[in-house]
């Protein structure tokens, strides 16, 4: 009794917590108020009474800031909603009775339009392991399984075991009140004898190795599968089950998902399975732990399931607008939102997209579902945003703000890393609650993006399999740990750099809450507007013989010091590779020749002259006997076929297509790019920075001739249209292009 006594004085210490009083009347009337006692309460495995959670946590924290605040909140939320009925009371009542059936009309056509919308023929599943942290330390601590045990700490709770939650704790509680509810279970309903609450410290390292050994899972039933998070996951599953016998087959895959993870990690997880990724997601709730459901891919079963659906239950409906349609329409299921369809257009009219909202979800239908018809979609990030808060008491130490702030940032790259794939961001932002609930937000755009490569983990992963396959469990794996370790570490120092001068503007202060919040991603999804490109399309034609086809031919290049040095190799080839430049389709460069450039001459007066010996292509034989390296010649109106008739009939010379009329390609030599003329690989150097020693400097650089053969007298001259004035070689200063060591000189 006398420990008992001690514990209870403990636990007044604490800020907001009053002495034990008895349980209001109130029957969970301000159950609202937190998150950890609203609807979402209701979780798998509860076994305390949820009302009476509510009364117990509510008269434990009526005194404190934080709840004297939310009730001002709430105060003016209500306010605003009955505000909004008496409006929306006033409309109906100056309604006639032809303007009412008209705007039936309309909504039934609103509803018509939604239902074309409707996809039925793709199935989905939505995988959500079970108490996951909790789940994971339990597997490594067996001798825990039978107590009430949370990851977290007094502060914050992230996930407790089902024992637990028999007491009413939850993830998202308090761990102080979760503690008091532990030791006195009468209080909250809750039939479990009293006991001890045990806290273990979140691993981070381990719940990601967990993770990655599920995802690996995941893979083979859809290789796009996204991760929301270290312990829920977004199947596809409609190409994986053509292969075993279609849509019927789902719940027989899901379950042998399901049995793969829990053999492979000792971990179980619950699935829910539909026509659409909300479906699935809404039904992986009902049945667990370690069960499935399956919304069947009809739209009677989906009207069916919805219609008795409480709408808090829709993801996207929060205690606000709940609250709004009990208050304006009189409805809580979906069924009952679908019965007032018309009046809930009237109701949000000025709020068209949270009319759009609550009509889909009326209907069983996703926002995927009736996305307007766009273009491509890119990134792989889905995420626009990623964030970590804390509320404590009120601090006003520097050292301890600091420490707040570097303890954010360390979770925050936790979340970062595990992510698929791993986060890296560019916006990184600071919020801040003062002691007088004046919140400030301050974010900084970082020219780099902070965060993780997108192979983080990966390390970790493979040397935990090999140890297992090796029977090295301690070398390998700790080496992975190390590396992610180090990782870590060094993210969250990034993020605390950049966020250590905005908590340095605001001190001194006082503050009871701060986050970290971190967006603008590498990879993020986008969606193009229909006909819209990406800039690298334009290099990519995909046609026969185009140079985005014969890019294979060439070696790769491994830096850009090797780039000079780079040759193309046909040792291996019977015959050189025929390069068809002429594809048909134009091109920035061919832009930049247009204006630029002499015009071609015409086919006949281009003379096919060995780029080496200057002899014609029809002596090519003579070169070859004298031991010059191959040559390739572009002539105008070339075609695969003829250039591979060409090659052969002119023995190593190759007649390759051009339409802006380039001088021949010799694989031996190259292009001076500032006068044009062909010289040797082992020269270019030398001859390119020949032209800037010289006296004269840029006056000094020959001009290209014109088609006609005039040429200009100015060296800044251009080439116009009206006239065929000769234009100057582009004379942009080069450090080089060719050697491996860029050159004996550097040109600024």
């Not at 997601?281 to 049945?287: F, G, L, R, V």
């Not at 990030?381 to 360390?410: I, M, N, P, W």
């Not at 469990?473 to 740990?481: F, P, T």
């Amino acid at each position: 009794m006398s420990m008992a006594k001690s514990s209870e004085e403990e636990l007044l210490k604490i800020p907001g917590i009053e002495s034990r009083a008895p349980v209001s009347e109130s029957s969970g009337a301000n159950s609202h108020l937190f998150a950890f006692t609203g609807v979402s309460s209701n979780k798998a495995g509860m076994g305390a009474d949820r009302k009476m959670v509510a009364d117990f946590v509510y008269e434990r924290c009526r005194n404190s800031q934080y709840t004297q605040h939310a009730l001002e909140l709430d105060a003016k939320q209500r306010s605003r909603t009955e505000a909004l009925t008496v409006e929306l009371q006033a409309t109906e009542a100056r309604m006639s009775e032809p303007e009412r059936a008209a705007e039936t009309r309309r909504v039934n056509v609103m509803l018509d339009d939604l239902e074309k919308h409707r996809d039925l023929s793709r199935t989905f599943c939505v995988v959500d392991m079970d108490m996951f942290y909790a789940a994971v330390e339990l597997r490594d601590q067996p001798h825990l399984a039978s107590k009430p045990v949370a990851i977290g700490g007094l502060g914050m709770i992230s996930t407790a075991n089902y024992v637990a939650r028999m007491y009413g704790v939850r993830s998202a509680m308090p761990g102080f009140i979760a503690v008091e509810m532990v030791r006195s279970p009468a209080l909250v309903g809750s039939k479990m004898p009293p006991d001890e609450l045990v806290f273990i410290p979140p691993d981070f390292a381990k719940y990601t190795r967990a993770a990655n050994e599920t995802r690996e899972i995941f893979k083979d039933y859809d290789p796009d599968f996204r991760a929301m998070s270290l312990d829920e996951a977004y199947l596809d599953l409609t190409q994986y089950l053509a292969s075993r016998g279609g849509p019927d087959a789902a719940e027989e895959v899901v379950h042998e998902l399901r049995t793969r993870i829990k053999v492979r990690t000792s971990l179980t997880c619950s699935a829910g399975i539909g026509p659409n990724c909300m479906l699935a997601k809404i039904a992986s709730e009902d049945n667990k732990p370690d069960g499935q459901t399956r919304i069947s891919s009809t739209r009677e079963a989906v009207l069916q399931y919805m219609g008795s659906l409480p709408i808090r239950r829709v993801p996207g409906c929060g205690k606000v607008l709940e609250h709004q349609l009990a208050t304006m329409l009189g409805v809580s299921t979906c069924g009952e939102l679908h019965a007032v369809a018309n009046r809930v257009r009237r109701a949000f009219e000025s709020r068209p997209k949270s009319c759009s909202f609550l009509l889909r979800a009326c209907l069983g239908l996703s926002g995927d579902d009736v996305a307007e018809e766009q273009g491509d979609e890119i990134g792989s990030v889905g995420r626009k945003s990623l964030s970590t808060e804390r509320t404590f008491k009120d601090e006003s130490g520097r050292s301890e703000l600091f420490a707040r702030l570097r303890e954010l940032c360390r979770q925050l790259s936790e979340e970062m890393a595990a992510s698929v794939p791993p986060l890296a961001a560019r916006i990184v932002a600071l919020k801040t609650k003062a002691s007088n609930f004046e919140v400030r937000n301050k974010q900084f755009n970082s020219v780099r993006a902070v965060g993780f490569s997108t192979d983080f983990g990966s390390a970790a992963v493979s040397g935990g399999e090999a140890a297992q396959e090796t029977g090295e469990d301690a070398s390998s794996q700790k080496i992975g740990d190390a590396a992610c370790e180090a990782e870590l570490a060094r993210v969250a120092e990034d993020l605390y750099k950049l966020l250590e001068p905005a908590l340095e503007e605001q001190y001194p202060c006082t503050l009871r809450l701060m986050g970290v919040r971190v967006s603008a991603f590498r990879g993020q999804k986008a969606v193009l507007q229909r006909g819209q490109q990406q800039l690298g399309s334009f290099f990519r034609t995909g046609k026969p013989g185009s140079v985005a086809e014969s890019a294979h031919t060439l070696p790769a290049v491994s830096s850009a010091a090797d780039l000079g040095s780079a040759k193309p190799d046909f040792s291996l080839q019977e015959k050189p590779p025929v390069i068809d430049l002429d594809d048909g389709s134009p091109s920035l460069d061919d832009e930049d020749d247009h204006r630029m450039a002499p015009a071609p001459a015409p086919a006949s007066d281009v003379q096919n002259i060995h780029p080496e010996c200057q002899h014609p292509a029809a002596s090519s034989a003579s070169c070859k006997d004298e031991g010059k390296d191959l040559c390739i010649e572009l002539s105008p109106d070339s075609t695969p076929e003829r250039a591979a008739a060409a090659a052969e009939s002119s023995g190593s010379c190759q007649q390759l297509a051009n339409k802006s009329g380039r001088a021949p390609i010799s694989a031996s030599t190259v292009c001076c790019p500032v006068c044009g003329m062909r010289v040797s690989l082992s020269d270019a150097d030398r001859h390119v920075n020949g032209h800037y020693d010289s006296a004269d400097g840029f006056n000094a650089v020959p001009v290209i001739a014109t088609t006609h053969g005039s040429t200009a007298t100015d060296g800044n001259s251009k080439r116009r249209p009206q006239d065929d004035i000769a234009r100057p070689a582009k004379t942009a200063k080069i450090a080089s292009f060719f050697g491996p060591r860029g050159g004996d000189k550097i040109l600024s």
